[in-house]
């Protein structure tokens, strides 16, 4: 598995030196006045620290890890793919049942994941936090939100 992970930093690293090399093309710009390009620039640079950093760290714990095998069976799997599928079910389901009820499905879902055992206090989070950040896009910064079959526009 080490060099899986190895090889999936490398990949990043090399990913980041390509839009690196694109970013300059597209023009950089100035602090001052930024071009179109500065933003992926530092972002580039951000994953190429971050790959080579996370490289670093798992080469000197390597001695630490040597004595242990580590598998990737359906175990380790299912957080992943319920995350990965309920972000997909989110995707579809905005426009149908709204931003406030379809992000509450998706927060409520997300936290049971990872939190089961806590299913009333993940479904009150998911309610605030549904409904707070309505607010907060809706109202305060007059984002245009799905509306949805239920028409909650307060």
Same mark, same amino acid.
């Given at each position: 598995m080490k060099w899986l992970n190895r090889a999936s930093h490398l990949s990043l690293m090399g990913f980041s030196v390509l839009i690196f090399f694109f970013c300059v093309r597209l023009g950089i710009g100035k602090p001052q006045s930024p071009g179109p390009g500065f933003m992926p620039l530092l972002a580039a640079v951000l994953l190429f620290c971050l790959s080579f950093a996370t490289i670093i760290v /798992?080469?000197?714990? %390597?001695?630490?890890?040597?004595?242990?095998? =580590? =598998? $990737?069976? $359906?175990? /380790?799997?299912?957080? *992943?793919?319920?995350?990965?599928?309920?972000l997909i079910g989110y995707a579809f389901l905005l426009n149908v049942l709204g931003y406030p009820v379809a992000t509450f499905l998706l927060l409520f879902t997300l936290f049971s994941v990872t939190e089961p055992q806590q299913w009333r206090k993940n479904l009150v989070i998911a %309610?605030?936090?549904?409904?707070?950040?309505?607010?907060?896009?809706?109202? @305060?910064?007059?984002?245009?939100? *799905?509306?949805?079959?239920? $028409?909650?526009? @307060?």
């Open positions: /798992e080469s000197r714990g %390597a001695a630490d890890d040597e004595g242990r095998k =580590s =598998s $990737l069976g $359906l175990k /380790e799997l299912t957080k *992943p793919v319920c995350l990965v599928i309920s %309610a605030l936090v549904a409904v707070l950040s309505f607010l907060v896009f809706d109202k @305060w910064l007059r984002v245009q939100l *799905p509306d949805g079959i239920f $028409l909650l526009g @307060w």
